[in-house]
């Protein structure tokens, strides 16, 4: 059974630090796990991936101020997120794409943790 449980979600004042992370079990073989964000009145939304290899990539708002990694030994992939912005305010979710290229698309992601809240505001 594949699960995703993320932490670290919290209240943060603008140009703060938090650091969220995504335990991973049941599914050693993934392709790739990605960050997304569901923000209100928005879509759900890409925010960074890792795939297998450790490449990475970033939406534009992530670039600069998010890192995402991976622990194998732990099993977890982390985002670092740093210099936070109100509009960061959002539900964070992680999510595995078991196979195929690294995509940015919610849907071609397979299994998805239950996302931990992110307040950002003064």
């Known amino acids: 059974q594949v699960q995703l449980v993320e932490s670290g979600g919290g209240s943060v004042q603008p140009g703060g630090s938090l650091r969220l992370s995504c335990a991973v079990s049941?599914?050693?073989?993934?392709?790739?796990i990605g960050w997304f964000r569901h923000r209100p009145g928005r879509e759900r939304e890409f925010v960074a991936a890792i795939i297998r290899s450790g490449e990475t990539h970033y939406a534009p708002s992530a670039k600069e101020r998010f890192t995402i990694s991976r622990d194998d030994a732990k099993d977890t992939v982390d985002l670092q997120m740093s210099s936070l912005k109100p509009e960061d305010t959002a539900v964070y979710y992680c999510a595995c794409q078991a196979w195929g290229r690294l995509s940015t698309l919610a849907r071609d992601y397979d299994y998805w943790g239950q996302g931990t809240q992110v307040t950002v505001s003064p």
């Open positions: 049941g599914f050693p073989d993934y392709y790739a």
